[in-house]
Protein backbone atom coordinates (compact mmCIF):
# COMPACT_ATOMS: atom_id res chain seq x y z
CA UNK A 1 0.00 0.00 0.00
CA UNK A 2 1.36 3.59 -0.76
CA UNK A 3 1.90 5.97 2.48
CA UNK A 4 0.66 9.00 2.97
CA UNK A 5 1.55 11.53 0.76
CA UNK A 6 1.95 15.46 0.95
CA UNK A 7 1.74 18.00 -2.03
CA UNK A 8 4.06 19.94 -2.28
CA UNK A 9 6.91 19.41 -0.38
CA UNK A 10 8.19 22.72 -0.35
CA UNK A 11 6.62 25.92 -0.51
CA UNK A 12 8.01 29.44 -0.42
CA UNK A 13 5.05 32.11 0.03
CA UNK A 14 5.50 35.66 0.86
CA UNK A 15 3.15 37.46 3.83
CA UNK A 16 0.02 38.08 3.68
CA UNK A 17 -0.74 35.30 1.13
CA UNK A 18 -2.41 32.50 1.98
CA UNK A 19 -1.80 29.00 1.13
CA UNK A 20 -3.19 25.35 0.71
CA UNK A 21 -1.16 21.94 1.64
CA UNK A 22 -2.95 19.05 0.33
CA UNK A 23 -2.68 15.25 1.83
CA UNK A 24 -4.02 12.16 0.45
CA UNK A 25 -3.97 9.48 3.52
CA UNK A 26 -2.90 5.64 3.21
CA UNK A 27 -5.91 3.80 0.87
CA UNK A 28 -8.79 3.19 3.39
CA UNK A 29 -8.11 5.21 6.24
CA UNK A 30 -10.78 7.01 6.99
CA UNK A 31 -9.66 9.83 9.69
CA UNK A 32 -6.88 12.38 8.58
CA UNK A 33 -5.02 15.08 11.05
CA UNK A 34 -2.37 17.50 10.53
CA UNK A 35 0.09 18.95 12.68
CA UNK A 36 2.92 22.02 12.34
CA UNK A 37 5.87 21.09 13.57
CA UNK A 38 8.28 24.31 14.55
CA UNK A 39 11.93 24.00 16.77
CA UNK A 40 10.50 26.38 19.31
CA UNK A 41 7.19 24.82 19.61
CA UNK A 42 8.02 21.17 18.42
CA UNK A 43 4.96 18.93 17.24
CA UNK A 44 1.68 20.52 17.70
CA UNK A 45 -1.75 18.89 16.55
CA UNK A 46 -3.62 21.09 14.31
CA UNK A 47 -7.11 19.85 13.70
CA UNK A 48 -8.54 16.01 12.68
CA UNK A 49 -10.92 15.06 10.17
CA UNK A 50 -13.62 11.86 9.93
CA UNK A 51 -16.16 11.61 7.87
CA UNK A 52 -15.63 14.88 6.47
CA UNK A 53 -15.89 16.64 9.64
CA UNK A 54 -13.55 18.40 11.80
CA UNK A 55 -13.53 16.74 14.97
CA UNK A 56 -10.97 18.01 17.01
CA UNK A 57 -9.19 21.48 16.93
CA UNK A 58 -5.78 22.51 18.64
CA UNK A 59 -5.06 25.56 19.85
CA UNK A 60 -4.81 28.07 16.87
CA UNK A 61 -5.87 30.99 14.62
CA UNK A 62 -9.01 30.67 12.66
CA UNK A 63 -6.53 31.50 9.65
CA UNK A 64 -5.76 27.80 9.91
CA UNK A 65 -8.74 25.97 8.75
CA UNK A 66 -9.03 22.78 6.69
CA UNK A 67 -11.98 20.09 5.08
CA UNK A 68 -11.80 16.53 4.26
CA UNK A 69 -13.57 14.97 0.76
CA UNK A 70 -15.71 12.21 0.53
CA UNK A 71 -12.67 10.09 -0.02
CA UNK A 72 -10.64 11.06 3.06
CA UNK A 73 -8.12 13.38 1.02
CA UNK A 74 -7.79 16.79 2.84
CA UNK A 75 -6.77 20.33 2.56
CA UNK A 76 -5.13 22.88 4.94
CA UNK A 77 -5.32 26.52 4.41
CA UNK A 78 -3.82 28.92 6.21
CA UNK A 79 -4.99 32.66 5.09
CA UNK A 80 -2.74 35.94 5.83
CA UNK A 81 0.26 34.46 6.50
CA UNK A 82 3.03 35.42 8.89
CA UNK A 83 6.80 34.66 9.24
CA UNK A 84 5.83 32.77 12.05
CA UNK A 85 4.10 29.75 9.88
CA UNK A 86 7.00 29.10 8.64
CA UNK A 87 6.77 25.58 9.28
CA UNK A 88 7.03 21.70 8.68
CA UNK A 89 3.17 20.61 8.19
CA UNK A 90 2.26 16.99 8.95
CA UNK A 91 -0.81 15.34 7.85
CA UNK A 92 -1.38 11.40 9.40
CA UNK A 93 -3.86 8.91 8.84
CA UNK A 94 -5.45 6.56 10.69
CA UNK A 95 -7.88 3.49 9.88
CA UNK A 96 -10.54 4.61 12.16
CA UNK A 97 -10.64 7.68 15.31
CA UNK A 98 -7.90 6.44 17.89
CA UNK A 99 -6.18 4.27 15.83
CA UNK A 100 -2.44 4.18 15.15
CA UNK A 101 -1.45 7.22 13.02
CA UNK A 102 0.69 7.42 10.08
CA UNK A 103 2.61 10.16 9.32
CA UNK A 104 2.85 11.57 5.39
CA UNK A 105 6.85 13.00 4.89
CA UNK A 106 5.29 16.49 5.77
CA UNK A 107 5.06 20.09 3.42
CA UNK A 108 8.13 22.44 4.17
CA UNK A 109 6.76 26.10 4.33
CA UNK A 110 8.77 29.24 4.58
CA UNK A 111 7.46 32.51 4.19
CA UNK A 112 9.17 35.66 3.50
CA UNK B 1 -3.35 19.52 29.21
CA UNK B 2 -1.14 16.27 28.73
CA UNK B 3 2.47 17.34 28.97
CA UNK B 4 4.98 14.52 28.08
CA UNK B 5 9.14 15.39 29.15
CA UNK B 6 11.34 13.17 26.98
CA UNK B 7 14.88 12.07 28.77
CA UNK B 8 17.46 12.69 27.93
CA UNK B 9 17.41 15.41 25.19
CA UNK B 10 20.15 13.86 23.64
CA UNK B 11 21.72 10.98 23.28
CA UNK B 12 25.53 9.67 21.99
CA UNK B 13 25.89 6.56 21.54
CA UNK B 14 28.88 3.77 20.54
CA UNK B 15 27.26 1.37 18.47
CA UNK B 16 26.63 -1.61 19.75
CA UNK B 17 25.78 -0.40 22.66
CA UNK B 18 22.57 -0.37 24.72
CA UNK B 19 20.21 2.67 25.35
CA UNK B 20 17.19 3.81 26.79
CA UNK B 21 14.78 6.73 26.34
CA UNK B 22 12.02 7.98 28.59
CA UNK B 23 8.77 9.69 28.30
CA UNK B 24 6.72 10.82 31.98
CA UNK B 25 3.18 12.15 31.58
CA UNK B 26 1.65 14.61 33.41
CA UNK B 27 -1.74 12.69 33.06
CA UNK B 28 -2.59 8.78 32.72
CA UNK B 29 -1.87 8.04 29.00
CA UNK B 30 -4.65 6.62 27.20
CA UNK B 31 -2.67 5.60 24.11
CA UNK B 32 1.19 6.09 23.88
CA UNK B 33 2.90 6.16 20.32
CA UNK B 34 6.78 6.03 19.62
CA UNK B 35 7.75 7.66 16.39
CA UNK B 36 11.39 8.18 14.89
CA UNK B 37 11.94 11.17 12.75
CA UNK B 38 15.12 11.49 10.39
CA UNK B 39 15.62 15.45 10.58
CA UNK B 40 13.11 17.47 8.32
CA UNK B 41 11.30 14.27 7.21
CA UNK B 42 7.70 12.13 8.21
CA UNK B 43 7.69 10.42 11.39
CA UNK B 44 7.67 6.62 11.18
CA UNK B 45 5.35 4.68 13.35
CA UNK B 46 7.70 2.22 15.58
CA UNK B 47 4.95 1.23 18.86
CA UNK B 48 1.43 2.02 20.37
CA UNK B 49 1.00 0.94 24.06
CA UNK B 50 -2.63 1.55 25.84
CA UNK B 51 -2.55 -1.18 28.42
CA UNK B 52 -0.10 -0.69 31.79
CA UNK B 53 2.24 -3.01 31.92
CA UNK B 54 2.34 -3.60 27.76
CA UNK B 55 5.51 -4.37 26.69
CA UNK B 56 6.04 -5.09 22.60
CA UNK B 57 9.21 -5.45 20.11
CA UNK B 58 10.17 -4.86 17.02
CA UNK B 59 13.91 -6.30 15.50
CA UNK B 60 15.84 -4.35 18.36
CA UNK B 61 13.70 -2.31 19.62
CA UNK B 62 11.17 -2.70 22.51
CA UNK B 63 8.84 -0.16 24.52
CA UNK B 64 7.17 -0.85 27.64
CA UNK B 65 3.93 1.30 29.03
CA UNK B 66 4.08 1.11 33.26
CA UNK B 67 1.53 -0.28 35.30
CA UNK B 68 0.29 3.07 36.28
CA UNK B 69 0.21 4.03 32.71
CA UNK B 70 2.29 7.69 33.42
CA UNK B 71 5.45 6.73 31.76
CA UNK B 72 7.16 4.72 29.30
CA UNK B 73 10.42 3.64 27.97
CA UNK B 74 12.32 3.19 24.77
CA UNK B 75 14.98 0.47 25.08
CA UNK B 76 17.20 -0.43 21.96
CA UNK B 77 19.60 -3.12 22.00
CA UNK B 78 22.65 -3.00 20.70
CA UNK B 79 22.23 0.09 18.83
CA UNK B 80 23.08 0.51 15.25
CA UNK B 81 23.67 3.48 13.13
CA UNK B 82 20.66 2.98 11.30
CA UNK B 83 18.98 3.41 14.73
CA UNK B 84 20.24 7.79 14.70
CA UNK B 85 17.61 9.62 14.38
CA UNK B 86 14.82 11.80 16.85
CA UNK B 87 12.83 9.83 19.00
CA UNK B 88 8.83 11.18 20.07
CA UNK B 89 6.80 10.09 22.33
CA UNK B 90 2.96 11.13 21.38
CA UNK B 91 0.03 10.33 23.61
CA UNK B 92 -3.82 11.42 23.28
CA UNK B 93 -6.35 11.90 26.19
CA UNK B 94 -9.63 10.07 26.38
CA UNK B 95 -11.87 8.32 23.72
CA UNK B 96 -12.63 12.13 22.14
CA UNK B 97 -9.78 12.67 21.84
CA UNK B 98 -8.02 9.93 20.65
CA UNK B 99 -6.64 11.21 17.61
CA UNK B 100 -5.17 14.17 18.95
CA UNK B 101 -2.02 13.32 20.07
CA UNK B 102 0.16 15.59 21.89
CA UNK B 103 4.16 15.33 21.89
CA UNK B 104 7.44 15.33 23.87
CA UNK B 105 9.80 17.67 22.57
CA UNK B 106 11.89 14.37 21.36
CA UNK B 107 15.04 12.70 22.31
CA UNK B 108 18.03 13.05 19.21
CA UNK B 109 19.71 10.04 19.08
CA UNK B 110 23.38 10.04 17.31
CA UNK B 111 25.16 6.12 16.64
CA UNK B 112 28.92 6.69 16.77
CA UNK B 113 30.90 3.54 15.06
Known amino acids: KAGVTQTPRYLIKTRGQQVTLSCSPISGHRSVSWYQQTPGQGLQFLFE???????NKGNFPGRFSGRQFSNSRSEMNVSTLELGDSALYLCASSINRGYEQYFGPGTRLTVT | SQELEQSPQSLIVQEGKNLTINCTSS?????LYWYKQKYGEGLIFLMM?????EEKSHEKITAKLDEKKQQSSLHITASQPSHAGIYLC?????????????FGTGTRLQVTL
Open chain 2, 27 to 31: KTLYG
Open chain 2, 49 to 53: LQKGG
Open chain 2, 90 to 102: GAHGDTGTASKLT
Open chain 1, 49 to 55: YFSETQR
